[in-house]
Protein backbone atom coordinates (compact mmCIF):
# COMPACT_ATOMS: atom_id res chain seq x y z
CA UNK A 1 0.00 0.00 0.00
CA UNK A 2 2.60 2.23 0.73
CA UNK A 3 4.56 1.60 -2.67
CA UNK A 4 1.33 2.25 -4.15
CA UNK A 5 0.80 5.72 -2.34
CA UNK A 6 4.00 6.89 -3.16
CA UNK A 7 4.31 5.29 -6.36
CA UNK A 8 6.42 7.65 -9.10
CA UNK A 9 9.00 8.81 -7.29
CA UNK A 10 13.14 7.72 -8.26
CA UNK A 11 15.67 6.92 -6.30
CA UNK A 12 17.47 9.67 -4.85
CA UNK A 13 15.32 11.89 -6.48
CA UNK A 14 15.81 15.54 -5.97
CA UNK A 15 12.61 16.71 -3.59
CA UNK A 16 12.93 20.66 -4.86
CA UNK A 17 9.37 22.12 -5.47
CA UNK A 18 8.51 24.80 -7.98
CA UNK A 19 7.08 27.45 -7.84
CA UNK A 20 4.40 28.08 -9.36
CA UNK A 21 0.48 26.89 -9.79
CA UNK A 22 0.93 26.02 -13.22
CA UNK A 23 2.12 22.53 -13.52
CA UNK A 24 -0.02 19.69 -14.43
CA UNK A 25 -0.54 18.18 -11.15
CA UNK A 26 -2.36 21.10 -9.67
CA UNK A 27 -4.57 21.38 -13.10
CA UNK A 28 -6.08 17.83 -12.48
CA UNK A 29 -6.19 18.56 -8.53
CA UNK A 30 -8.69 21.57 -9.67
CA UNK A 31 -10.35 19.41 -12.40
CA UNK A 32 -11.10 17.19 -9.42
CA UNK A 33 -12.32 19.84 -7.01
CA UNK A 34 -14.27 20.73 -9.78
CA UNK A 35 -15.96 17.17 -9.94
CA UNK A 36 -17.59 17.39 -6.10
CA UNK A 37 -20.56 19.95 -7.22
CA UNK A 38 -21.08 17.73 -10.71
CA UNK A 39 -21.22 14.92 -8.07
CA UNK A 40 -23.88 16.29 -5.65
CA UNK A 41 -25.84 16.99 -8.73
CA UNK A 42 -25.93 13.97 -9.68
CA UNK A 43 -27.05 12.57 -6.41
CA UNK A 44 -30.05 15.13 -6.43
CA UNK A 45 -30.95 13.90 -9.58
CA UNK A 46 -31.42 10.20 -8.54
CA UNK A 47 -28.09 9.41 -11.54
CA UNK A 48 -26.60 6.80 -9.12
CA UNK A 49 -24.83 5.23 -12.20
CA UNK A 50 -23.42 8.82 -13.03
CA UNK A 51 -22.52 9.83 -9.40
CA UNK A 52 -20.56 6.53 -8.88
CA UNK A 53 -18.59 7.18 -12.37
CA UNK A 54 -17.83 10.59 -10.95
CA UNK A 55 -16.98 9.42 -7.11
CA UNK A 56 -14.32 6.26 -8.66
CA UNK A 57 -13.17 9.53 -10.82
CA UNK A 58 -12.17 11.43 -8.20
CA UNK A 59 -10.41 8.81 -6.28
CA UNK A 60 -8.22 7.90 -9.00
CA UNK A 61 -7.27 11.22 -10.07
CA UNK A 62 -6.12 11.63 -6.28
CA UNK A 63 -3.24 9.00 -6.98
CA UNK A 64 -2.62 10.22 -10.66
CA UNK A 65 -1.78 13.76 -9.42
CA UNK A 66 0.18 12.72 -7.18
CA UNK A 67 2.17 10.32 -9.26
CA UNK A 68 2.79 12.78 -12.08
CA UNK A 69 3.95 15.31 -9.25
CA UNK A 70 6.57 12.94 -7.93
CA UNK A 71 7.16 10.99 -11.59
CA UNK A 72 7.94 14.11 -13.56
CA UNK A 73 9.18 16.52 -11.02
CA UNK A 74 6.46 19.07 -10.68
CA UNK A 75 5.97 19.07 -7.05
CA UNK A 76 5.02 22.61 -6.07
CA UNK A 77 4.59 24.76 -3.33
CA UNK A 78 0.85 25.51 -4.06
CA UNK A 79 0.02 21.80 -4.86
CA UNK A 80 1.26 20.83 -1.34
CA UNK A 81 -1.25 22.40 0.53
CA UNK A 82 -3.79 22.21 -2.26
CA UNK A 83 -4.38 18.64 -2.95
CA UNK A 84 -4.67 17.77 0.95
CA UNK A 85 -7.46 20.71 0.62
CA UNK A 86 -9.17 19.39 -2.49
CA UNK A 87 -9.30 16.08 -0.89
CA UNK A 88 -10.64 17.08 2.94
CA UNK A 89 -13.08 19.20 1.18
CA UNK A 90 -14.34 16.41 -1.67
CA UNK A 91 -14.49 14.03 1.61
CA UNK A 92 -16.33 16.17 3.22
CA UNK A 93 -19.03 17.09 0.55
CA UNK A 94 -19.44 13.86 0.12
CA UNK A 95 -20.10 11.96 3.12
CA UNK A 96 -22.47 15.09 4.11
CA UNK A 97 -24.24 14.32 0.84
CA UNK A 98 -24.47 10.43 1.47
CA UNK A 99 -26.05 10.92 5.23
CA UNK A 100 -28.52 13.60 3.56
CA UNK A 101 -29.76 11.36 0.53
CA UNK A 102 -29.35 8.20 3.17
CA UNK A 103 -27.16 6.71 1.38
CA UNK A 104 -24.38 6.23 4.96
CA UNK A 105 -25.33 7.06 8.71
CA UNK A 106 -24.79 10.22 10.08
CA UNK A 107 -21.17 9.06 12.15
CA UNK A 108 -19.56 9.29 8.64
CA UNK A 109 -19.86 12.84 8.58
CA UNK A 110 -19.47 13.03 12.67
CA UNK A 111 -16.07 11.27 12.04
CA UNK A 112 -14.31 13.38 9.41
CA UNK A 113 -15.64 16.48 10.22
CA UNK A 114 -14.89 16.54 14.31
CA UNK A 115 -11.61 16.28 13.86
CA UNK A 116 -11.36 18.29 10.89
CA UNK A 117 -12.95 20.85 12.47
CA UNK A 118 -10.67 20.50 15.93
CA UNK A 119 -7.84 20.60 13.66
CA UNK A 120 -8.58 23.48 11.93
CA UNK A 121 -9.51 26.07 15.19
CA UNK A 122 -6.12 24.31 16.81
CA UNK A 123 -4.41 25.39 13.63
CA UNK A 124 -6.04 29.51 13.68
CA UNK A 125 -5.04 29.76 17.12
CA UNK A 126 -2.04 27.95 17.72
CA UNK A 127 -0.73 29.66 14.27
CA UNK A 128 -2.89 31.93 12.56
CA UNK A 129 -3.92 29.41 10.29
CA UNK A 130 -0.41 29.94 8.40
CA UNK A 131 1.35 26.14 9.40
CA UNK A 132 1.72 23.95 6.62
CA UNK A 133 2.11 20.15 8.01
CA UNK A 134 3.30 17.62 5.14
CA UNK A 135 0.80 14.76 4.94
CA UNK A 136 1.32 11.59 6.75
CA UNK A 137 1.12 8.00 5.21
CA UNK A 138 -1.73 7.05 7.66
CA UNK A 139 -3.71 10.28 6.27
CA UNK A 140 -2.90 9.16 2.35
CA UNK A 141 -4.41 5.50 3.29
CA UNK A 142 -7.23 6.91 5.26
CA UNK A 143 -7.95 8.82 1.97
CA UNK A 144 -7.90 6.05 -0.39
CA UNK A 145 -10.02 3.52 1.87
CA UNK A 146 -12.70 6.07 1.94
CA UNK A 147 -12.11 7.13 -1.56
CA UNK A 148 -12.95 3.43 -2.81
CA UNK A 149 -15.55 2.73 -0.02
CA UNK A 150 -18.18 5.73 -0.91
CA UNK A 151 -18.27 4.70 -4.78
CA UNK A 152 -18.92 1.03 -3.29
CA UNK A 153 -21.03 2.00 -1.03
CA UNK A 154 -23.20 4.25 -3.60
CA UNK A 155 -22.85 0.91 -6.40
CA UNK A 156 -25.96 -0.75 -4.20
CA UNK A 157 -28.19 2.17 -5.39
CA UNK A 158 -27.08 1.59 -9.18
CA UNK A 159 -30.11 -1.24 -10.61
CA UNK A 160 -28.45 -4.84 -10.52
CA UNK A 161 -25.66 -3.72 -7.63
CA UNK A 162 -28.16 -4.34 -4.77
CA UNK A 163 -25.63 -7.02 -3.20
CA UNK A 164 -25.13 -7.59 0.45
CA UNK A 165 -21.30 -8.67 -0.44
CA UNK A 166 -20.69 -4.77 -1.48
CA UNK A 167 -22.44 -2.98 1.34
CA UNK A 168 -20.04 -5.23 3.76
CA UNK A 169 -16.89 -4.23 1.88
CA UNK A 170 -17.86 -0.86 1.47
CA UNK A 171 -19.01 -0.47 5.03
CA UNK A 172 -15.42 -1.92 6.61
CA UNK A 173 -13.76 0.43 4.23
CA UNK A 174 -15.29 3.47 5.30
CA UNK A 175 -14.83 2.22 9.42
CA UNK A 176 -11.44 1.51 8.57
CA UNK A 177 -11.10 4.89 7.05
CA UNK A 178 -12.83 7.08 9.93
CA UNK A 179 -10.38 5.34 12.09
CA UNK A 180 -7.83 5.88 10.14
CA UNK A 181 -8.77 9.20 10.17
CA UNK A 182 -8.62 9.60 13.81
CA UNK A 183 -5.35 7.94 14.17
CA UNK A 184 -4.27 10.69 11.31
CA UNK A 185 -6.13 13.50 13.48
CA UNK A 186 -4.17 12.63 16.36
CA UNK A 187 -0.77 12.36 14.74
CA UNK A 188 -1.41 16.37 13.09
CA UNK A 189 -2.72 17.58 15.90
CA UNK A 190 0.40 16.47 18.16
CA UNK A 191 2.61 17.58 15.18
CA UNK A 192 1.21 21.15 15.47
CA UNK A 193 1.69 21.34 19.36
CA UNK A 194 5.56 20.07 18.91
CA UNK A 195 6.15 22.87 16.18
CA UNK A 196 4.25 25.29 18.60
CA UNK A 197 6.60 24.75 21.59
CA UNK A 198 9.91 24.85 18.95
CA UNK A 199 8.78 28.41 17.87
CA UNK A 200 8.17 29.23 20.86
CA UNK A 201 11.43 28.04 22.59
CA UNK A 202 13.21 29.36 19.53
Known amino acids: MIRLI ?6 GQATSELDTFWTVPNIITVV ?3 GVPLFVMFIVQREYAAAVITLVLLGSTDWIDGYIARRFSQVSSVGKWLDPVADRT ?4 VAVTFVVDGVA ?5 WAIVIPDAILIINVLILFGGRLRLPVSNI ?5 ALLLV ?3 LLLLQRVEGFDQLWLEITANVLLILGCIGHVIAF ?3 FTASHRVYR ?3 TA
Open 6 to 11: GAGGKP
Open 32 to 34: RFL
Open 90 to 93: ALIV
Open 105 to 109: PAWLV
Open 139 to 143: GKIRT
Open 149 to 151: GSP
Open 186 to 188: YGY
Open 198 to 200: LER
